[in-house]
């Protein structure tokens, strides 16, 4: 009874354990990548908007 009550603990607690570490690491990751690639996307089309503006206007008052 001991045995079969220490095996059943140590495969929940092991189960639950990689259950919610996977989950976390998940979840971490795909904010984290979002994330980056938000920002990279969001930085990178400021850039060529703006260079593109300021070419335009130098153009066009050039």
């Known amino acids: 009874t001991t ?3 220490t095996h059943a603990t140590t ?3 092991t189960h639950a354990t ?3 570490t996977t989950h976390a690491t998940t979840h971490e990751t795909t904010h984290a ?3 980056a690639t938000t920002h990279a ?4 089309t400021t850039h060529a908007t ?4 300021t070419h ?4 066009a008052t050039t």
């Open 50 to 53: 703006t260079h593109a503006t």
């Open 56 to 59: 335009a206007t130098t153009h």
């Open 11 to 13: 495969h929940a607690t």
């Open 18 to 20: 990689t259950h919610e």
């Open 41 to 44: 996307t969001t930085h990178e």
């Open 33 to 35: 990548t979002t994330h």
């Open 3 to 5: 045995h079969e009550t």
